[in-house]
């Protein structure tokens, strides 16, 4: 029997994989670069709203292996770089929270400073991953820790050590093998 997270991100998977297959198929069929633009204006954001709402559900994909999980979100962030931060918005609104500084954590200002205003509002997004790891999103803030579990877990089952452990025993920290869930 499935879970609710299990069912919704399958849901989710189900459309993001459809729309991605099928934009990339339209594109390849569209020969008119100004009817192929117009395309991928609309099929594109489609994409990016459902790769990241696939991944944002914590442990609903746990079933698939880390190196599919990675290459698929991987694949979400590679797309985001055909939209402009505009079109980000639009999807994935700014969370309104705005005592970020008082806190010491990521709002509404820091999104606009630190991930918004260096690309260009207007402009395709030029680093994508920096771009979702800056922006202040409760559903892309859960998408960007599982990609980076997803490395983790690789790293793991590579080299027996997570990025946590590795950061930990690079800095010189101690590190208790008991408890590294990371």
Known sequence: M???EEKK????LY?????????ILSMNAITKPSRRLEYIRNAVPKCVYYGIKTYSIPHGLDVLSPEDRYAYMEQIVDITSLITPWQFMT??????????EKHGMRDYFTTIED???PNGIDKPI?????????????????FVVNMTTAMSDIRKDKTGKSLFTQFMEDNGLKVDRGNDHG
């Open 15 to 23: 459309w993001s994989d459809k729309t991605l297959k099928e934009t």
């Open 126 to 142: 030029k680093e994508p991953f920096e771009f979702l790891m800056n922006y202040w999103n409760h559903e892309v803030l859960l």
């Open 91 to 100: 999807i994935f609104p700014i969370d309104k929270e705005y005592d970020g």
């Open 2 to 4: 499935l879970t609710e």
């Open 115 to 117: 991930a918004v205003k």
């Open 9 to 12: 991100a399958r849901y989710y």
